[in-house]
């Protein structure tokens, strides 16, 4: 077993005392008010990850400007008025021996108009990737004003009693439009080569040094590669980064990507798990300050290798602390299996395009004070039914809270349909993360009943106080002329019999289930064509893992069909038809798979509510959705009970 020696080591930025390597990224959560006040909410979801013994915290981009303010999901720091609601956040944090840093940001033309109500600025006037809006070049004398605001916020930050402050100068926003030569086409001071380019972000490090006590930790987090034709590259990043040291930034925190590479940005389950460690070595390579290195770093021995490797000096957690604020002490303590792994699914950063943050593994986020096991004083007797992510989620917590909590399963593995989440390529982290759940139900009293199918009959008998109909969703084939008579497979018997099937498959459906079904028979070399009658693959998927999984079907040669429905399925042949075209009979399959509907799946709930004195319905069974939920009513239920 690893030991994590390194990785539980002190560690010091300027007068930053750090008890391990751990840092928190920062990582919006639209948890603040919508002028961009801090909330009770947000001091909750800091402290939680406090408590979880992280080495410091990054609070989320903080606007130094209202122009620079994304959307009203975002902090504000632009004015003396926020610094109250600072005050009590930093104070909570402290209270608990934890340290924190705010992260200073200006989004140039990434803000939105609609919300700002006012042009977007940046170094250039070349449109944004994402909103095609076309921003204002900012004057020299706005260049100066602009760096002013960094100075005051930082200088707020500190009587706000932060630890430290970490400048925004990645992923495509004002400082990093500024570095790239893809956004910034200026012929004066600000323009031209890298040293111009980057005279921006000195001046903004060097204000604030100003403005700040001597040795107060200035963090400055830039994108090393853009991951774009022609923007920076990991060797001019390099020069970038000496000339940050000079200016006296105490370390780099090492990010990647802009708005035009933003699937890359934050990897999602397609990506290699700590795929930007080279960038964050190569940055190290040339600079005395500490490196900072981010990116899907899941895995608390990959954490305790790069820093014996010296290939970063601190490792930062993003999304591994949404979905386990204690993540740290859980390595601390030797409970790796308790880990709440993330899955890079990424519906977080989905959620926060207009709404509050939201996990799909933990249905806390924005509840951490009541997310405190409370035993109960009451202690009943409760069948969940199904064990899919919604009837595990109920059970471990019933049963965690004192309940006497018994769980049918008809099927002979639990796991319910989330096993099939994990079959397709690069869904490794599924698997895992069924098997904690699994794992957490199996730690408690729980008591597991495999082939146990529950009917009215058995439920009658079993007397329980409390049902949690925990079922899944009723699945019901998509009726398409012939495919009754013909010999056809569901998505999930497609899955299981891979082995079996011919070498060329139609899938009939090209949703989430259809693509990653695709991706598993193709990535098995079976030759593909893939129908949908919409004009997206994959529509329900997260953004991210959309794209990914459609480039792979692209490369393995797949063949994709969209705004195209299927009429009639044959022995061996499909008839497509698509507007204004002739209809057309697609031939020689070996296998036709055809789509299964979710649908609520309620009728057992009416059939033993005389009986049973409570019965709850929770996950799929409600409307088939998706394992967070599944996940989170199952949480819900088992808090409220
Ligand atoms: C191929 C595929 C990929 C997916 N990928 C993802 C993904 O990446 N991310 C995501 O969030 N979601 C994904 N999903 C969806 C996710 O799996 C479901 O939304 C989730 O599993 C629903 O959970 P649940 O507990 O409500 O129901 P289910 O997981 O369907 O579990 C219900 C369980 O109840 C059992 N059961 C049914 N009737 C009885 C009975 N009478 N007695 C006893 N037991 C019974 C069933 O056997 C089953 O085990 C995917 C689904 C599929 C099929
Ligand atoms: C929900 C969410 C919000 C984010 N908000 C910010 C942010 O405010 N500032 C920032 O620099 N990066 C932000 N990021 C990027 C993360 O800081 C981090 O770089 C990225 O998630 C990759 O790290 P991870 O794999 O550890 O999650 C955000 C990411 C997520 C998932
Ligand atoms: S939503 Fe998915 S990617 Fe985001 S933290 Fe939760 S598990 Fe990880």
Request: glycine share 8%.
């Amino acid at each position: 077993m690893t030991s994590f020696t390194k990785l539980f080591s002190p560690f010091k930025i300027g007068s930053l005392d750090i008890k391990n390597r751990m840092v928190m990224s920062p990582m919006e959560t639209h948890l603040c008010d919508k002028e961009g006040y801090v909330t009770d909410e947000i001091i909750a979801y800091y402290k939680e990850r406090a408590l979880g013994g992280v080495g410091y915290i990054t609070v989320e981009n903080t606007s130094v400007d209202p122009v620079g303010r994304v959307n009203d999901g975002m902090l504000c720091i632009h004015d003396d008025k926020f610094i109250p609601g600072f005050k009590k956040l930093t104070d909570s944090i402290h209270a608990v021996g934890g340290k924190i840093v705010l992260q200073l940001s200006h989004a140039g033309k990434e803000a939105l108009p609609y919300f700002t109500g006012t042009k977007t600025v940046s170094a250039s006037a070349i449109p944004s990737p994402l909103t095609k809006e076309m921003p204002a070049e900012l004057s020299v004398e706005e260049i100066k004003t602009t760096v002013n605001k960094f100075a005051e916020s930082a200088n707020r930050a500190v009587k706000a009693g932060f630890d430290g402050v970490e400048i925004h100068m990645a992923h495509g926003y004002l400082v990093n439009q500024f570095f790239s030569p893809e956004s910034n086409v200026r012929t004066d001071d600000y323009g031209g080569d890298t040293v111009r380019r980057s005279r921006f972000a000195r001046e903004i490090v060097e204000g604030i040094r100003n403005r700040v006590p001597k040795d107060y930790p200035v963090i400055c987090r830039i994108s090393a590669d853009e991951y774009t034709g022609t923007g920076l590259k990991l060797e001019e990043s390099k020069e970038i980064a000496k000339r940050l040291e000079k200016a006296g930034a105490s370390a780099i925190h090492v990010s990647a990507c802009n708005y035009a590479s933003a699937f890359f940005n934050i990897p999602c389950y397609y990506l290699e798990e700590g795929c930007f460690i080279h960038l964050a070595a190569g940055i190290k390579s040339v600079v005395k300050i500490p490196v900072l290195t981010v990116g899907r770093i899941i895995n608390p021995a990959m954490a305790e290798n790069i820093l014996q490797e010296n290939k970063a000096d601190l490792i930062v957690l993003g999304r591994t602390l949404i979905a386990d604020p204690h993540f740290p002490n859980k390595i601390k303590e030797g409970r790796l299996d308790d880990i709440r792994i993330c899955l890079s699914c990424n519906r977080c950063i989905e959620s926060i395009s207009d709404k509050k943050l939201v996990c799909t593994v933990n249905p806390y986020i924005g509840k951490e004070d009541v997310s405190h096991l409370q035993k109960t004083s009451k202690p009943r007797k409760i069948l969940v039914v199904g064990s899919g992510p919604a009837g595990l989620s109920a059970a471990h917590l019933l049963s965690s809270r004192g309940h006497n909590v018994t769980l049918w399963e008809k099927d002979s593995q639990l796991g319910g349909s989330f096993r099939y989440a994990s079959m397709a390529p690069k869904k490794e982290p599924m698997r895992k993360f069924l098997d904690y759940l699994i794992n957490q139900v199996k730690k408690t009293n729980t008591s597991i009943h495999l082939n146990k199918e529950a009917t009215v009959e058995s439920i009658k008998q079993f007397a329980a106080d409390v049902v949690i109909l925990a079922h899944g969703a009723k699945h019901v084939l998509v009726e398409i002329n012939g495919s009754q008579k013909n010999n056809v497979l569901n998505v999930k018997n497609a899955f299981s019999s891979a082995d079996s099937l011919g070498n060329n498959v139609a899938i009939v459906g090209g949703g989430p289930e259809g693509c990653e079904l695709a991706d598993y028979l193709a990535s098995r070399g079976k030759k593909i064509t893939l129908i949908e009658m919409r004009r997206v693959l994959g529509l329900e998927l997260v953004a991210h893992p959309r794209y990914h999984v459609c480039e792979r079907l692209k490369k393995m040669g797949a063949q994709l069909h969209i705004n195209t429905k299927v009429t009639e399925i044959g022995h061996n042949y499909i008839v497509v038809s698509r507007r204004r075209e002739a209809d057309q009979k697609l031939e020689g399959f070996d296998n036709i798979v055809i789509p299964t509907l979710h649908q609520p799946n309620n009728a057992f709930a009416e059939s033993i509510k005389g009986f049973v004195p409570e019965v709850y319905t929770v996950g799929d069974a409600v409307e088939g959705r998706t394992a967070l939920e599944a996940i989170a009513e199952g949480a819900e239920i088992g808090m409220k009970i």
